[in-house]
């Protein structure tokens, strides 16, 4: 799992860095699928019947599942970037948000960026609980406390999506068990060595309801409020854990949990 957690990271960081104005989302999936397929993979989103996109890029009020497209990116735009590789027969998932530079709109971009931020502390949250959680449910328990805080002190009620989670991954993208972004009174699957999780909270600034486009795949927000993704692969093993698709298995944001990862090899 090692590799195609290292691929996937490196594609996410190659769209990173084209994200600006003016750049259109198949232009960001363009440059996710160059370095996936350079690097001898291939991408495991092509892999799920009816889709033929290397990534999911959604905009504004599209929370996930977005379809990359002419579509240009615009000053202020918050993105969600969703990429996976398999390599070798093995898989590896990542999602990250990113918020278009506007000078001219500096609360928009707080706004979003806040919203992006709380998301990705909650992503950390849970992956810290699976360190140290006996069953995967308190992953979910993690990510709510932490966006229920969030929301407390910024006085924003954030929305969780409800009908999109988290699963395991191996062999294949999508695998048992669901991982929750939210409480549930069945904690579920026991966390034992071996086991490999993507957690993925979806968060909105508004309601967590959602519908689907006419594509029948772009998931967006009824009410029109903004949606952010960030997602990892983390690996449990004898000695602790490992964040798959970060280069450093997770340290830096682990830390201020009092988690150190331990590395697989």
């Keep these: 799992m090692l590799e195609p957690g290292r691929i996937t990271a490196d594609a996410l960081a190659a769209v990173r860095a084209l994200v600006a104005p003016g750049v259109t989302t198949a232009e960001l999936d363009a440059a996710a699928s160059a370095l996936i397929t350079g690097r001898g993979a291939e991408s495991n989103f092509q892999l799920v019947r009816g889709y033929r996109h290397t990534t999911c890029i959604s905009v504004?009020?599209?929370?996930?599942?977005?379809?990359?497209?002419?579509?240009?990116?615009?000053?202020?735009?918050?993105?969600?970037?969703?990429?996976?590789?398999?390599y070798q027969g093995w898989n590896g998932d990542s999602?990250?948000?990113?918020?278009?530079?506007?000078?001219?709109?500096?609360?928009?971009?707080?706004?979003?960026?806040?919203?992006?931020?709380?998301?990705?502390?909650?992503?950390?949250?849970?992956?810290?609980?699976?360190?140290?959680?006996s069953r995967v449910g308190e992953i979910g328990?993690?990510?709510?406390?932490?966006?229920?805080?969030a929301g407390a002190a910024d006085g924003v009620e954030y929305g969780i999506l409800r009908d999109y989670v988290g699963h395991g991954i191996g062999r294949k993208m999508h695998e048992a068990p669901t991982v929750f972004n939210y409480r549930v009174a069945d904690l579920g699957?026991?966390?034992?060595?071996g086991l490999c999780l993507a957690i993925e909270p979806m968060v909105t600034s508004g309601s967590e309801d959602t519908l689907v486009e006419d594509d029948d795949w772009t998931v967006t927000t009824v009410d029109g409020s903004d949606g952010a993704h960030w997602e990892h692969s983390v690996a449990v093993h004898e000695d602790g854990i490992w964040v798959l698709t970060a280069l450093d298995g997770g340290a830096a944001d682990l830390a201020p949990f009092g988690v150190v990862p331990a590395p697989l090899a």
């Design 189 to 193: 699957a026991e966390v034992r060595p």
């Design 60 to 86: 504004n009020d599209e929370v996930v599942h977005g379809i990359p497209s002419a579509r240009p990116l615009e000053p202020g735009d918050i993105v969600s970037i969703d990429c996976g590789a398999q």
């Design 141 to 149: 328990d993690a990510v709510q406390g932490y966006i229920e805080r």
């Design 95 to 133: 999602a990250i948000t990113i918020v278009v530079p506007d000078a001219e709109r500096p609360d928009l971009v707080a706004a979003r960026t806040r919203l992006s931020e709380v998301t990705r502390g909650s992503l950390w949250a849970g992956i810290a609980a699976l360190a140290s959680a």
